[in-house]
């Protein structure tokens, strides 16, 4: 039977004994052993009542057990629906009830605080640690190897990932088999993936860069991967001289350089260092190549595409753009308002199309008609501009996005949440320049009349209910907001003021 990402990705390893994962512990699993566990694994899911088509939300920590997990979902057909492992409570309540999630994978320690969410939408709550244990583990232990893969086609879903929406409501980008798949072969031969490659992945795999880019690059190809828990400079200096390539977010490459035991000795034998998630800083760029005699290849993607551009293996990687579309992507600059295709050289909204593109929002059919054409074009949001020579420029994020650390923030999430506190009359939410994670959080609040803002307060209830990546770093109060003559708030006044709230101060 036909199922396009599981025949490419994990097939071709069944009962093969070359590497596949060299864990943190010194051990290494073997394509043929990871794949015996995913069909454990698919059965387990079989067992529990998951039929093709459901959606399994997976909040845990990396392991090779959570990989085989995501693997075991696509071989029986379910929709995989990753979790950012900082999400709190509340928020993990809104992902698993939009999804409708017949299965609930969370870690041992939060089974009693989430019970009631898997309870809500009449799934099936299991737990599965980092160390690879748990009751969704007990389960797969049970089961037979054998399982016949479920037949899906290509526009069928093989995963379901949500992105935070300006409006505060989250989005979920449903990606099917063909875009996952199309992404994986443009990368592999873009970036000159082999079977002889060993990357270095320290990346969460909850996020799309962690799990469908490099995880599904490897598979791929036919290479074998460092698989890190996490990371930690320490570790990493220690395991690159096993590599021949790395993936990271600038913070990985930053805190590497603080480090004076990475020297061009150390990765002379790399092949390749790439960086996305966040804007590599020009200053990085320069300070890496000087060191190491590397240059870094930084690419660009999103949630609903993937990979879209990248810098070229051969050719000039030019610090600042994002390079040039992959191989089957198209790429050109629109008019905010009109939609028409401006000139070379001018900024406008860059709007994408090709196989890798999603299929649309969950349960959003206005939501994805606004933001994905009938023709396929989609409509990222960010201000780019394209040059003379077809590199792609990000010089704005529409929806006043901030990255900090590799993550997306969207303010209107965060405002809408501290607006909800008592005393707080409205808030405004900016990314200011941060030294380590590239931006982070500030939160300007105007309080009620007559009323008394205890920032201490305010940052508990933060700490409580907003996972770390997206807390205010920094709070202020302020008598208002500074407006435009039709009343909008003016966040690039906001943004010069505080500009400078991380450059002396550790977040």
């Known amino acids: 039977m036909s199922n396009p990402l599981y025949d490419a990705l994990f097939a071709p390893h069944e009962d093969k004994s070359t590497p596949f994962l060299h864990l943190a512990d010194g051990s ?25 088509g459901d959606r399994v939300a997976v909040h845990v920590a990396k392991s090779p057990q959570a990989l085989a997990l995501y693997a075991a979902c696509v071989k029986s057909g379910a929709v995989f629906l990753p979790l950012n492992t900082a999400y709190t409570p509340r928020e993990l309540e809104y ?92 990368l592999v031969e873009t970036w000159r993936f082999t079977s002889d490659d060993v990357l270095l992945h320290a990346l969460p795999i909850f996020h799309s860069h962690g799990l469908f880019v490099a995880t599904n690059i490897m598979l791929l190809a036919g290479g074998s991967m460092i698989f890190l828990p996490k990371f930690d400079a320490e570790i990493v200096l220690d395991r690159l001289p096993d590599a021949t390539t790395m993936m990271g977010v600038p913070t990985f490459y930053t805190r590497l350089l603080d480090d004076p035991r990475f020297t061009k000795d150390l990765v002379g034998h790399m092949r390749l260092f790439i960086s996305g998630s966040a804007p590599l ?51 050109k600059i629109c008019d905010a308002e009109t939609c028409d295709e401006i000139p070379t050289g001018e900024i406008g909204v860059l709007w994408v199309r090709g196989p890798h593109v999603f299929k649309g929002y969950w349960q959003m059919p206005e939501k994805t008609r606004e933001e994905l054409m009938e023709d396929g074009w989609f409509i990222t949001g ?105 009343g909008k708030v003016q966040k690039n006044q906001l943004r010069e003021t505080f500009a400078d709230s991380f450059q002396t101060a550790a977040s």
């Open 95 to 186: 992902f698993v009830g939009d999804s409708g999630a017949a299965l609930f994978v969370c870690d041992p320690s939060e089974a009693d605080d989430l019970q009631a969410i898997a309870g809500e939408t009449g799934g099936v709550l299991k737990t599965l640690g980092g160390d690879g244990k748990g009751s969704l583990t007990d389960v797969v232990a049970t089961q037979p190897i054998d399982f016949e893969t479920c037949e899906r086609g290509a526009d069928d879903l093989a995963a379901l990932l949500y992105t935070s929406g300006t409006t505060g409501r989250s989005k979920g980008a449903m990606l099917t088999h063909k875009n996952l798949l199309s992404n994986a072969e443009a």
């Open 281 to 331: 800083l020009a200053e990085t760029h320069k300070q890496f190549e000087e060191r190491t005699g590397h240059k870094i290849l930084e690419r660009y993607g999103m949630t609903e595409t993937s990979m879209s551009t990248s810098n070229p293996y051969d050719g000039e990687r030019r610090a600042g753009t994002v390079g040039l579309p992959l191989p089957g992507v198209e790429a």
């Open 382 to 486: 960010d201000l780019a501009l394209i040059d003379e020579r077809g590199y792609i420029h990000i010089v704005g994020r529409g929806k006043d996005l901030i990255i900090s650390g590799g993550y997306n923030i969207y303010p209107k999430e965060i405002e809408l949440f501290l607006d909800a506190i008592p005393g707080v009359k409205e808030s405004a939410v900016i990314g200011a320049p941060h030294p380590d994670f590239g931006e982070s959080v500030v939160a300007v609040l105007v309080p009620e009349t007559d009323a008394s803002l205890d920032t201490s307060e305010i940052e508990a209830l933060v700490r409580r209910d907003l996972a770390g990546f997206k807390r205010p770093r920094r709070i202020e109060i302020v008598d208002a907001l500074p407006r435009n003559t039709m």
């Open 28 to 52: 290494t699993i073997t394509h043929g052993a990871f794949l015996n566990e995913v069909g454990q694994t698919a059965n387990a899911l079989r067992a529990l009542g998951v039929k093709p």
